[in-house]
């Protein structure tokens, strides 16, 4: 579909003579001053003593400075500097690296840096989603508010590696429904320099070649003969890994271990079991006093929505996206529901399969973006305050 196709299917724009391209840009734009001023008034509401100098620092909390040392200082040695408790090779490099390069030509304050670099990976995913969209421009104006104003901004506009993660996995996501396997390749690459789940996407782009093969009538036993004979689908599904690789690389180079960013894990406790168990006892933490629930049960809601869409994804028969929702979910769980909420906040399939059910209806439209940026102020007191579902 051209844009101009495009413009002509959305006939308020074309009687106002505005030129779709500027619409696109524009709208995300408008959610980037109105999320910033409403994450202000959080910030001023829960700083007694604030100033706008110390915005950007008083949003950076968690996750947060462990990846403001990673851009300045770069990885720990071992042994560590003053025999801290962990390193910080838990933490993957494309984010923080491409903060430090940002950083090292803008030479302010790393945190402001990331943020404005942040806003801008944010403005590029929803452009990249428009056509996953089914440039529908309610679904789009909501996915906008989702990254910029809405309730789980603060992970796409500070120097988190969740803004990076959903806008790659979106470009990936695209590239398949383009059957472009080199380009999923390169984007999966990145992907899995930016998160440890990242190199799931390998096994999507295998998932979207085998359905393809499958629709075309071929049989079953053929299936492994006909990918050695696509070279494009080879060399994507070698490119996929390639971050995460790349890293082990040098961590085994930096440290002696390969694979410190698994076990460094040991020094945050962390508790492998049985996602099933999990997500059950943070459903079963009650709240006493309170009719709030309490952050489990908010983690382990996070996580029933996300499986509840992502079963939808398959019912829509998008299995290449169903497939990398359901594993990037159910990886963390072993390690118990910690940082759910953020994670699943973060897959980009959901979120915008969530955005065109919730841009079907111009009320219920109204109503999500009335909601999303009421949220974004309430979240961010909460993150300020130190809400634990939201770390």
């Known amino acids: 579909m051209t844009i101009a196709t495009e413009v002509a299917a959305t006939p308020h724009l074309r009687s106002l003579g505005i030129p779709l391209p500027v619409v696109l840009v524009a709208i995300p734009v408008g959610f980037i001053v109105l999320g910033l001023v409403i994450r202000y008034l959080a910030y001023a509401a829960a700083v007694p003593d604030d100033s706008l100098g110390g915005f950007a620092d008083g949003l950076c909390r968690w996750d947060c400075p462990w990846y403001v040392h990673i851009a300045e200082r770069g990885y720990d040695p071992y042994p560590i500097p003053k025999m ?25 304050p790393t945190v402001w840096v990331a943020t404005v670099l942040s806003l801008a990976l944010s403005t590029l995913t929803a452009l990249i989603a428009w056509p996953l969209l089914e440039r529908n421009l309610r679904a789009y104006t909501l996915f906008s508010a989702y990254l910029l104003a809405g309730p789980f901004s603060i992970y796409f506009t500070t120097i988190y590696t969740e803004v990076l993660f959903i806008l790659l ?19 999966a690459g990145l992907l899995s320099a930016t998160r440890i789940v990242g190199v799931v996407m390998a096994f999507a782009m295998l998932v979207q070649a085998f359905v393809d093969h499958r629709t075309a009538g071929r049989p079953l036993a053929s299936f492994v003969p006909a990918v050695l004979k ?20 040098f961590l085994q180079h930096w440290v002696g271990d390969g694979l410190a960013f698994l076990h460094v894990q040991r020094a945050w406790a962390r508790a492998y079991g049985n996602p099933v168990v999990f997500v059950w006892d943070a459903l079963t933490t009650w709240p006493t006093g309170s009719i709030v629930p309490t952050a489990p049960q908010q983690l382990a809601a996070a996580v029933l929505v996300g499986f509840g869409l992502s079963g939808l994804l398959a019912w829509r028969r998008q299995w290449a996206a169903a497939s990398f929702v359901v594993i990037c979910m159910i990886i963390p769980l072993f390690a118990g529901m910690a940082s759910t909420l953020r994670f699943t906040a973060a897959l980009a399939p959901l979120a915008i399969l969530a955005c065109l059910l ?10 999500s973006l009335v909601v999303f940026l009421v949220a974004d102020y309430f979240v961010t007191v909460n993150w300020i305050g130190g809400a634990l579902s939201l770390v």
């Open 169 to 187: 996995s979106t470009a990936t996501i695209l590239m398949l429904e383009r059957r472009n396997y080199v380009g999923a390749g390169v984007f």
């Open 230 to 249: 696509r070279p494009d689908i080879v060399l994507g599904l070698f490119l996929a890994p390639l971050g995460l690789a790349l890293y082990i690389v």
């Open 358 to 367: 919730l841009g079907r209806n111009r009320v219920v439209f109204g109503l």
């Open 84 to 108: 801290l408790g962990a390193g910080n090779w838990a933490f993957f490099p494309l984010m923080p690296m491409l903060v430090g390069v940002a950083h090292t030509l803008v030479p302010q």
